[in-house]
């Protein structure tokens, strides 16, 4: 059993100088956290809860790198995967609000290698047959990924974005545009370039300029520094042979180090944060826009994005795509959805991270771990069900 007052660290903080919850109603989400630490399944766990004004709750267990036996501290950073994708979509409606794209504009009128692609209709070991592409791709098909598009067949640690987008366009499409859900974060890097073209800026300068600093997410980035290297959690897989979990490259890295700045700056999966940050991102959206005052994103572009965007087109169960954002339909069809509204938006990354947002209950959920192929879905890992549920049980309290 673990005794929350010796394994536990909590932590509840104000954000925006306002009052935070008392502690003991949430001193249960990172107590239902310790066991998967004590049995050896995460190395840590960052656990958050917001409303759309200040952090409710914030709490971390187990250690950061298990190597040193660091303690795991609340501001540490994480790789978070794919949930780069919402955040590099809101670069993409930035963009849209300025007037400069639409979410319905062909690829191909901005990277033009992406004009007369074809489709692979057919393949077998002795045999392909390609088409070709009945329409254009869209930006929403990139973002609701119904492209086609999969990933890279080739790539370096140092190519840029635009190298990464003419090596995808060399490559049949899995479908004809529309026709069906097929998951791309490659599909997603090329709308990182389709930034740069439109704005005129790198992709991280843009993110900087127009998102993280309006948001106040100074610890999100794309390359670790020196500093931030000594809190960075580390990534870790459970090895069957021997039993427990050993360290692990991160793959979206492309084979390059997480301190390398050589590398790309890549909308689909490549940025690091910490939990707060990401709450302000989503806090962000649940304020329809509204971030320091200033009206970031316009109120009825959050809603576009936030949207079922993919009609009857089988996407997760019970969770369609918006644009960039996968959206929560019915969460009877996902045990960690479980206490989650209809409605509810957000994404979650390959390592375990989580982040979703309440818009009937106007909460903000994450959840953050770094473990590599956890068993099933990492949408749906036991961490994630045991935070649900002890957060929802939070909140029955008076």
Known sequence: MCD??????FVAIPALGLAAAAPDRFSGVPVAQQPFVDKGEIAGAVMLVADQDKVLHLSAVGVSDLATGRKLQTDDLFWIASMTKPINAVAVALLVDDGKLAFDDPVEKYVPEFKDLWVNAEQSPER??????ARPITLRDLLTHTSGLGEYKAYGPHWT?????????????????GAQWGYSTAGTDLLSRVVEIVSGQSFAEFMQQRLFKPLGMSHTTFWVSAKQEQRRARTYRL?????????????????????DAARPAMGGA??????EDVAKFYQMMLRRGAAGGRQVLKAETVAELTRKQTGELKARPGMPWGLGFC???DPAQMKANHPLSPG?????????TQSWADPKTGLVYVLMIQR????????NSLMRQAYQTAVAEALKSP
């Open 270 to 275: 490549g940025l690091f944060s910490t939990a």
């Open 327 to 329: 959206v929560i339909e």
């Open 344 to 352: 509810t938006f957000g994404h979650g990354g390959a390592f375990g």
């Open 239 to 259: 090895d069957a042979k021997v039993g427990k979990l050993v360290e692990t490259p991160i793959y979206y890295m492309y084979g390059g180090a997480v301190t």
């Open 161 to 177: 974005l635009a190298e990464m987008g003419r090596a995808l366009a060399r490559e049949p499409l899995r479908f004809q545009p």
């Open 4 to 9: 929350a007052a010796l394994l536990c660290l």
């Open 128 to 133: 392909r047959v390609l088409v070709k592409i």
């Open 372 to 379: 590599d192929k956890i068993p099933d879905n990492p949408d």
